[in-house]
T-cell receptor
Framework: GENVEQHPSTLSVQEGDSAVIKCTYS??????FPWYKQELGKRPQLIID?????GEKKDQRIAVTLNKTAKHFSLHITETQPEDSAVYFC???????????FGKGITLSVRP | EPEVTQTPSHQVTQMGQEVILRCVPI?????FYWYRQILGQKVEFLVS????????KSEIFDDQFSVERPDGSNFTLKIRSTKLEDSAMYFC??????????????FGPGTRLTVT
């Protein structure tokens, strides 16, 4: 089955800097890659996603890139703000099934 | 904006007891899911449900677990005889079309289950 790896487990940046979070996946049949933001004690919130027929997608300060050959995808956050501090999970859906396989999550801390 | 809702927000139960976690998916969605998250760990898939039957289940979803859509709005997860290791946050999610093309899954606020 699909395996999604996410490293490192923590990332600390200065407010205003950019943050890049990377994930790799194992199943070449994976075709949908969402990113979720989870604040402490709250639900995972979908913030951006990308499908396998697209290489990059942008929404204001966040963007996601996908490299199908290398089987990795990345979340880019520009001009980080303290409210960006949260746990970010990458996930993938492989082939004909629709279950999300999540990475372990990265805790992003934005220092004011 | 429509949201997935879940009740209760927190459930405390004794080992061996049955619990039912309830979810109301977004009204025009067709695919429903249960995931769980043990404290500090990643979100894990339990089961998917479509057209009134289970589409897929993980190895976690053993005979102690069952799901049901008793009416047109509710989607429930039952654990027949809870164990200490069932303590986790349980998230319900729904999707307009979770099929091959992969569509957005929207998560509920979760039910924190504590088994003592």
């Amino acid at each position: 089955g699909e395996n999604v790896e996410q490293h490192p487990s923590t990332l600390s940046v200065q407010e205003g800097d950019s943050a890049v979070i990377k994930c790799t996946y194992s199943d070449s049949a994976s075709n949908y890659f969402p990113w979720y933001k989870q604040e402490l004690g709250k639900r995972p919130q979908l913030i951006i996603d990308i499908r396998s027929n697209v290489g990059e997608k942008k929404d204001q300060r966040i963007a996601v890139t996908l490299n199908k050959t290398a089987k990795h995808f990345s979340l880019h956050i520009t001009e980080t703000q303290p409210e960006d501090s949260a746990v970010y999970f990458c996930a993938a859906i492989a082939g004909a099934n629709s279950k999300l396989t999540f990475g372990k999550g990265i805790t992003l801390s934005v220092r004011p | 904006e429509p949201e997935v809702t879940q009740t209760p927000s927190h459930q405390v139960t004794q080992m061996g007891q049955e619990v039912i976690l309830r979810c109301v998916p977004i009204s025009n969605h067709l695919y429903f899911y249960w995931y769980r998250q043990i404290l500090g760990q990643k979100v894990e898939f339990l089961v998917s449900f479509y057209n009134n039957e289970i589409s897929e289940k993980s190895e976690i979803f053993d005979d102690q677990f069952s799901v049901e859509r008793p009416d047109g709005s509710n989607f429930t997860l039952k654990i027949r005889s809870t164990k200490l290791e069932d303590s986790a946050m349980y998230f319900c999610a729904s999707s307009p079309n979770g099929g091959r093309d992969g569509y957005e899954q929207y998560f509920g606020p979760g039910t924190r289950l504590t088994v003592t």
